[in-house]
């Protein structure tokens, strides 16, 4: 029998050692989901504002529809559409997920912008004084003083010559 003997033998190298690989690589968690290693396996969750479970991950609404009829969405959440939307003296009203302002009671305006009170109109009463007009014109300082904020005309008619001095 004939021995074999190995002059030039060529051993077979232990194959590789395998990189260690990344169960989150790719992403088996979906849109809007973060995904975390946990000894060797993928940990998936949702984003902060968004709801549901990976995979199906969403935000809190994309169309006012998705919301109460008093909220509106507004940055993919069900908010109040009314801050910032009416002006000063105006309160907010919110239909169907929209911001109606009004001016508050005794006030007028455009309530978007600024309700004011609203001026009255003028109501001009005419006093007849009577009396002889130098009289009058002795008296009037104090007479207009006293009727300056009730917007009176005050005029008095000479007895004697019959004309009306304002």
């Known amino acids: 029998m004939r021995k074999y ?21 790719p992403s088996p968690c979906g849109p809007n989901a973060a995904c975390q290693v946990a000894g060797e396996s993928p940990s998936c969750s949702c984003l902060p504002d968004f709801t549901g479970s990976p995979p199906n991950c969403r935000p809190e609404c994309v169309s006012n529809a998705e919301c109460a009829s008093h909220l509106a969405c507004i940055s993919l959440k069900c908010q ?8 000063i003296n105006a309160e907010c009203r919110v239909v169907s997920h929209t911001p109606n302002c009004i001016c508050v009671s005794g ?58 001095v304002w």
Do not use: E, M, W
């Open 80 to 87: 109040d559409p009314c801050p910032g939307s009416c002006g």
């Open 5 to 25: 003997s190995c002059v030039y033998c060529l051993f077979a190298a232990p194959p590789p050692l395998a990189a260690p690989t990344n169960p989150c690589q």
């Open 107 to 164: 006030f007028s305006g455009d309530p978007f912008r600024q309700c004011v009170v609203p001026q009255r109109k003028h109501r001009y009463s005419i006093l007849h004084v009577s009396v002889n007009c130098n009289l009058f014109n002795t008296i009037r300082k104090y007479v207009h003083r006293a009727f300056q904020y009730s917007h009176t005309i005050i005029r008095c008619t000479s007895v004697v010559s019959g004309i009306t």
